[in-house]
């Protein structure tokens, strides 16, 4: 049953973003930061805690997973460390995503022929 919940919540989420993409005049960029956004804001209500233990990897994949993890790590050094957490812990949970990402992403230019 984990993974019947982890793909309905993680195709639900994924669904609404491409019904937004559908009937609005937004971009995928605009998409991209509105899902982290919401993400991020919903931890930050602790929100998504609860959505991420009853759907596990579909509510942590999507790029929402992504905004509610900076905003768990902001908030939990923020406890810690006063206000200057805030913008320490922004790469306590996402770091390592982050590292690998920059680093494909600049093998793959280097690797790529692009198009003219």
């Known amino acids: 049953m984990t ?3 982890a793909f309905l919540v993680g195709g639900a989420i994924c669904a609404i973003g491409q019904l937004i993409l559908d009937f609005t005049n937004l971009t ?3 998409m991209l ?11 930050g209500f602790d929100l998504y ?3 991420l ?5 579909g509510a942590l994949t999507p790029v929402s997973g992504f905004g509610a993890s900076i905003a768990r790590g ?15 812990g922004v790469f306590e ?3 390592m995503g982050i590292a690998v990402a920059v680093f494909f992403g600049a093998l793959v230019a280097l ?6």
């Open 3 to 5: 993974y019947l919940f």
């Open 28 to 30: 995928p960029g605009h």
């Open 33 to 43: 930061v509105l899902l982290t956004v919401a993400g991020a804001i919903a931890a």
């Open 49 to 51: 805690k609860p959505l």
């Open 53 to 57: 233990e009853f759907a596990g990897a």
């Open 74 to 88: 902001a908030l939990a050094e923020a406890k810690r460390m006063g206000i200057l957490g805030l913008f320490t």
């Open 93 to 95: 949970y996402t770091g």
């Open 111 to 116: 690797i790529a022929n692009p198009k003219a």
